[in-house]
Nanobody, 123 residues
Framework: QMQLVESGGGLVQAGGSLRLSCAAS????????MAWLRQAPGKESACVAL????????AYADSVKGRFTISRDNAKSTVYLQWNSLNPEDTAVYYC????????????????WGQGTQVTVSS
């Protein structure tokens, strides 16, 4: 069973920057495709960024393209989400997720999720 623990969320002002981290344990990290998902109030969860096992491939939702950067450090079993130019529409609970195959763009295709970290962007 893979465990994922997110950190780095909180309250930030619009226009600011933030970096989330997700530490994985319980399974060898390298074979997993990783993603960051988010669920805003009253909305379904959505995949905002994904990265392949070796980190050579990334993809982003249109709403975050150019502002978000996903990366991973396989030696540390950690995946990151860095973003700039935050806006209030980015307010959501952000989840780290892992899948042994894929990569996938739909949240329900990821077998493992973290507990989530709240990000609130004030205007």
């Amino acid at each position: 069973q893979m465990q994922l623990v997110e950190s780095g969320g909180g309250l930030v002002q619009a226009g600011g920057s933030l970096r989330l981290s997700c530490a994985a344990s319980g399974h060898t990290f390298n074979p997993y495709n990783m993603a960051w998902l988010r669920q805003a109030p009253g909305k379904e969860s959505a995949c905002v960024a994904l990265i392949t096992q070796c980190g050579s491939g990334t993809a982003y939702a249109d709403s975050v393209k150019g502002r978000f950067t996903i990366s991973r450090d396989n030696a540390k079993s950690t995946v990151y989400l860095q973003w700039n130019s935050l806006n209030p529409e980015d307010t959501a609970v952000y989840y780290c997720a892992a899948a042994h195959s894929g990569p996938y763009t739909y949240p329900n295709q990821y077998a493992y999720w973290g507990q989530g970290t709240q990000v609130t962007v004030s205007s």
